[in-house]
């Protein structure tokens, strides 16, 4: 764990150590798949809600 962890602060003073432009060239890429990646996750988890949802719905208009 502790590797991890000095890596990260390496990783940490190397980024803050560019200007805001580079900063932004290199960590944007990264946000950006990141919030792409739950985007799709959470879209997944609504849709198959929904289709839950609208099954249990219809099995309660069959059961009337």
Request: without cysteine; charged residues 15%.
């Amino acid at each position: 764990m502790s590797g991890i962890l000095n890596w990260w602060d390496g990783v940490e003073l190397w980024l803050s150590g560019l200007g805001f432009v580079a900063q932004t060239v290199v960590v944007m890429p990264v946000v950006l798949a990141l919030a792409y990646g739950a985007a799709v996750v959470l879209d997944g988890a609504l849709g198959n809600g929904i289709r839950l949802l609208r099954r249990a719905r219809h099995a309660e208009e069959d059961e009337t």
